[in-house]
């Protein structure tokens, strides 16, 4: 499968992005999809995730309240609000037919996009 993620930019801090990911390739199946975000010196970090039916979702607690994770069949979507310089990293989208690997940042995945958040 190939995923695109797109949307990233640069926002002054208590602004709002919205990310967007699109999967492709050979989609049979009913594929989790979520988002993870890795900060420079930092480790890959979960931050939200969504099953099929959009029906089980979960977030990290650093973005609870502030992100929206969405979908529509094959396409993902993260709506980030309240940003903070600390959500500063680049973000990647993830696929894969188990919960699990999408939590881990496992699974297919495709290019990050950057967001820089100012203070």
């Known amino acids: 499968v190939q995923l695109q993620a797109l949307g990233g930019g640069s926002v002054q801090a208590g602004g709002s992005l919205r990310l967007s990911c699109a999967l492709s390739?050979?989609?049979?199946?009913?594929?989790?999809m979520g988002w993870f975000r890795q900060a420079p010196g930092k480790e890959r970090e979960f931050v939200a995730v969504i099953n099929w039916s959009g029906n089980s979702i979960d977030y990290a607690d650093s973005v609870k309240g502030r992100f929206t994770i969405s979908r529509d069949k094959n396409m993902v979507f993260l709506q980030m609000d309240s940003l903070k310089p600390e959500d500063t990293a680049v973000y990647y989208c993830?696929?894969?037919?188990?919960?699990?690997?999408?939590?881990?940042?496992?699974?297919?995945r495709g290019p990050g996009t950057l967001v820089t958040v100012s203070s």
């Open positions: 993830a696929a894969d037919l188990r919960w699990s690997m999408v939590v881990a940042g496992r699974g297919s």
């Open positions: 390739g050979r989609t049979l199946g009913t594929y989790v």
